[in-house]
C-alpha cells in the first residue's frame, strides 16, 4: 500500500466525501490513486484559491472541516487567502499541500516553497510529514484540531515521495496525542453565579451573538435565554441568523455598518452579553468608549480572546452552548419592557427605509441595491443561502435580506477578502446541493475569482449570481467620498461585458437597468432550481452604504445619512 | 527578583522542531516585545523550557500568556512571580584595563554574584559574572559601557521554578 492510499484511507476514516482540490507535479501519485475511493469526490476549482474558499464554505454549511489539496509551490501560495479567511473567521479546515521530495527539501527545488513556514500565523497548527509511518495519526489530529475547541484551519505540507512510500499495513489510530492541546473546562460555578446576578440585576441589557453561537450550534440556547430574560439580540456579521430576523427580541447587526439604533442599544446598555466573538474594532468603533457604561459577560471557546480587546467583568469561557444551558438553569423569567421600548423607538425613527432613502446619490431614478436584496428575500422567501462578497454589496446583503436560519450568510468577516462570494457559494451548493444557493458580489470582487465560472459551468450548479454593478470598487470610493474629498483614485473600474462573459462559461445571463425588469429576472431565478442565472444590476454609482460609523468613532456617532 | 520593569514567563514546550519558530513567530505578529529568550533541556524527556523575559507591559501580559498557551506545542505558559523562582544569568564582560575591577568585585560581594576573571586578553580582565537576573541587571546599570567595556554578551535568563 502506498503513501497515497494511507492519506486517502485516512481521509476517509474521518468522513471526508468531498476534496476541493487543484493537482501539479507533486500531487500525480495522489490524483492516481483517486479512481480506488469513489467516496471521495474531488472538485476542480479553477485557482487554489477557490478550494480552500469553497471548503471554508463547506464547513460554514456542513460543520465539518472542509479539505482543501493543492500541489507544492505556487498551488500552495494560491492557498493562503483563503486558509487566512478560515482562520480570522474560524473555520474548520484540513488543507493540504504537497511539497517536493524529501531529499531535495531545502534546496530550493523547482516549485519549492516553505509553506509550513508561510501557513504559521494563519494556521491552528501545522504538520510537515517526515515519513509516511505518520501520516494517518497526522491526519488523526489535524481532523480534531480543526473541528474542536475553536474551530480553524490546520495544515499539513506532505513531500511528494511519501505517496510512493510503500507500509504493509493501514491501522488508523483511534487515540489523539496532543498534551498541550487543552479544551476549556467548565467555568467555575462562581463566574456562572455572578454572570446571573449580573444579568438579574441588569435594566438594560443586549445579547450580542457572534460566530461562536453558530459554530457551537448554540442557538436554542440563545433563544432560550433571550425569552427567559427578555434581552435584545443584537449580532455581528458573522454572528447573523443566530436568531431569525423575523423573531420579536432580534435586533439586527451592529458595527461599522450596522443597523443604527442596534449600535444605540449597544451604547446605551448597562450589560453587555457577548457570546462567541472577539469584539474586534469593526463592531466596537472606538474601543476606549465602547460601551462604558457597561459591564461585561464574555462567554467564548477561546480563552485568549476574553479580556484581548475590551474589558471584562464576567469570562465565562468555554463551549457557548454548554455555557447557556448553565445560565438557563439559573435564571428567573424576567421582563425588560422600558428598555425594550426605547428601543423600538430607536428602531421606528432610523427605519431601514428612511436610511435607505438618504443613500440615494443621484437624483435618476436608477436600481438600488437595497430594494434588490430585498425582492431577492421576498422571492426566496428568505431561505436562501446567501453567500456575499465583500464590501457594499456584503453590507446591504447583511442589512436587507431577512436571514432566518443558522450559516444562511457566508461572508468574509475577519479578512474581509474580496473574492470570496463565487467559491464561497459554490462550496455551499457541493456541501447542501438541495439548498438554493445565491451570490451576491460586487463588480470588483467578482472579477478576483470569475474563473470559477467555470466550475459552476462544469458542474452544472444552480447557483443565483447577483452582480450589484456601480462601476467601482464601491466601498472604497465610499470612503474616498467620505473622508478624502472624492479623490476617486484608482477605484473606477473599467468592466468587461459581463453578461456575455456569463453567456461565454454556458450559463444564463440577463442584465437589468430598471425595476420591472430586475423584478422579473429575480422571480424567474428563485424559480428556476435547476440551473444557474447570472443577474447583472446596473446601480448607481455614487450610491452608498449607511447607517456608517466612521473608523475609530464612537458607536453613537453612527452616520445615518448622506451630508449633502 | 527581577527589576521593575520585566516580566518572566516561562513555557514547558514539547521538544519538535519549529517549536521555538512558532514561539517566536507568535510574539513577532503580536508585537510583543522580548527582552531575552532561552532555551533548553529539562528533566523530563522530550520536554523542553523556554523562559522568556518581557518589557513589563501590564495590560497586555496575560493576553501573551494566553496567546503563547493556544500554540499546540506549548503544554502550558505562565508568568510567574519572582519570588517563585530561583533565575539566573551569565555574563561574559571585557573590560578596560584597571577601570571596573573594584567596581564590580564589591557589587558583586554585595548582590551575590558569582564573579571570576577568566581571562585576559592584550592585559584587558575577561570577567565572568553569574547571579540572579535582578543583580546583574543593577550591576551592568552602573557601568558607563561606551567607556569602559570593549565587549559584552549576556545568556539570557534561565528561571527555575520553586
Known amino acids: ?564 | 527578583m527581577t527589576t521593575r520593569n520585566q516580566q518572566i514567563v516561562i513555557l514547558q514546550v514539547q521538544d519538535q522542531p519549529g517549536v521555538l519558530s512558532r514561539v517566536a513567530s507568535l510574539c513577532r505578529r503580536r508585537r510583543f516585545n522580548i527582552k531575552s529568550l532561552t532555551v533548553g533541556t529539562t528533566h523530563k524527556t522530550g520536554i523542553s523550557q523556554i523562559t522568556m523575559v518581557f518589557w513589563k507591559e501590564e495590560a497586555r501580559i496575560k493576553n501573551i500568556v494566553n496567546q503563547l498557551n493556544s500554540l499546540i506545542e506549548v503544554l502550558e505558559a505562565e508568568v510567574v512571580h519572582p519570588k517563585d523562582v530561583i533565575d539566573k544569568e551569565l555574563v561574559l564582560l571585557i573590560a578596560k584595563k584597571d577601570q571596573l575591577e573594584e567596581y564590580i568585585f564589591k557589587k558583586c560581594t554585595v548582590n551575590d554574584i558569582n564573579v571570576r576573571i577568566i581571562n585576559e586578553i592584550d592585559g584587558n580582565p575577561v570577567y565572568e559574572l553569574l547571579g540572579q537576573g535582578g543583580a546583574i541587571e543593577k550591576l551592568l546599570q552602573g557601568i558607563d559601557i561606551q567607556k569602559n567595556v570593549i565587549k559584552l554578551v549576556r545568556s539570557g535568563l534561565i528561571a527555575l521554578k520553586l
Open chain 1, 1 to 564: 500500500m502506498t503513501g497515497a492510499d494511507i492519506l486517502l484511507k485516512s481521509l476517509i476514516k474521518e468522513k471526508v466525501d468531498l476534496i476541493f482540490g487543484y493537482p501539479g507535479g507533486k500531487t500525480i501519485a495522489l490524483h492516481d490513486k483517486l479512481k480506488d475511493y469513489p467516496q471521495i469526490k474531488h472538485i476542480l476549482p479553477r485557482h487554489e484559491q477557490g478550494a480552500a474558499m469553497m471548503a471554508d464554505a463547506y464547513y460554514r454549511v456542513t460543520g465539518r472541516p472542509g479539505v482543501c489539496l493543492t500541489t507544492s509551490g505556487p498551488g500552495a501560495t494560491n492557498l493562503i487567502t483563503g486558509v487566512a479567511n478560515a482562520y480570522m473567521d474560524s473555520v474548520g479546515m484540513v488543507a493540504i499541500t504537497c511539497q517536493v521530495d524529501r531529499d531535495m527539501v531545502g534546496t530550493d527545488a523547482f516549485q519549492e516553497v516553505d509553506i509550513t513556514g508561510i501557513t504559521q500565523p494563519i494556521v491552528k497548527h501545522n504538520y510537515f510529514v517526515e515519513n509516511v509511518k505518520e501520516l494517518p495519526q497526522t491526519i488523526k489530529h489535524a481532523f480534531h484540531l480543526a473541528s474542536t475547541g475553536r474551530p480553524r484551519p490546520v495544515h499539513i505540507d506532505i513531500p511528494g515521495d511519501i505517496f510512493k512510500q510503500n507500509l504493509k499495513e493501514f491501522n488508523y489510530p483511534q487515540n489523539i496525542n496532543l498534551p498541550g492541546y487543552q479544551l476549556p473546562k467548565e467555568p467555575k460555578q462562581t463566574s456562572v453565579d455572578q454572570a446571573v446576578d449580573l444579568i438579574k440585576k441588569s435594566a438594560r441589557p443586549v445579547i450580542i451573538a457572534g460566530h461562536g453561537v453558530l459554530i457551537a450550534r448554540a442557538w436554542t440556547e440563545l433563544k432560550q435565554l433571550a425569552e427567559t430574560s427578555q434581552i435584545p439580540v443584537i449580532s455581528t456579521l458573522l454572528g447573523i441568523g443566530s436568531l431569525p430576523q423575523s423573531h420579536p427580541l432580534c435586533i439586527g447587526m451592529l458595527g461599522m455598518h450596522g443597523m443604527a439604533w442596534a449600535n444605540y442599544a449597544v451604547h446605551n446598555a448597562d450589560l453587555i452579553i457577548g457570546i462567541g466573538l472577539r469584539f474586534d474594532d469593526r463592531i466596537t468603533g472606538k474601543i476606549d468608549e465602547f460601551a462604558q457604561d457597561a459591564n461585561v459577560i464574555h462567554i467564548d471557546i477561546d480563552p485568549a480572546e476574553i479580556g484581548k480587546n475590551t474589558l471584562v467583568d464576567v469570562a465565562l469561557p468555554g463551549d457557548c452552548k454548554q455555557i447557556l444551558k448553565r445560565l438557563n438553569q439559573n435564571l428567573p423569567a424576567k421582563k425588560h419592557e422600558r428598555w425594550l421600548a426605547k428601543v423600538a423607538t430607536w428602531s421606528r425613527d432610523h427605519r431601514q427605509s428612511l436610511v435607505k432613502k438618504a443613500t440615494r446619490a443621484q437624483k435618476t431614478k436608477h436600481l438600488m441595491a437595497q430594494d434588490i436584496i430585498k425582492e431577492i428575500d421576498k422571492q426566496t422567501k428568505s431561505q436562501a443561502v446567501i453567500a456575499s462578497d465583500v464590501g457594499q454589496n456584503q453590507m446591504w446583503a447583511a442589512q436587507f435580506y431577512n436571514f432566518q436560519n443558522p450559516n444562511q450568510l457566508l461572508s468574509s468577516g475577519g479578512l474581509g477578502s474580496m473574492g470570496y462570494g463565487l467559491p464561497a457559494a459554490i462550496g455551499a451548493q457541493f456541501a447542501d446541493p438541495r439548498a438554493q444557493v445565491w451570490a451576491i458580489v460586487g463588480d470588483g470582487g467578482i472579477q478576483m475569482n470569475i474563473q470559477e465560472l467555470g466550475t459552476i459551468m462544469e458542474h452544472q450548479l444552480p447557483i443565483k449570481i447577483v452582480l450589484l454593478n456601480n462601476g467601482y470598487l464601491g466601498m472604497v470610493r465610499q470612503w474616498q467620498e467620505m473622508f478624502f474629498k472624492k479623490n476617486y483614485c484608482a477605484t473606477k473600474l473599467v468592466n468587461p461585458n459581463f453578461i456575455a462573459l456569463a453567456q461565454a462559461y454556458n450559463i444564463k445571463a440577463e442584465r437589468a437597468a430598471d425595476w420591472p425588469k430586475a423584478q422579473k429576472i429575480i422571480k424567474q431565478a428563485a424559480l428556476d432550481k435547476k440551473q444557474s442565472f447570472f443577474m447583472e444590476f446596473i446601480i448607481g454609482e455614487e450610491d452608498c452604504v449607511f447607517p456608517m460609523v466612521p473608523p475609530g468613532n464612537n458607536l453613537k456617532d453612527t452616520i445615518i445619512k448622506r451630508n449633502q
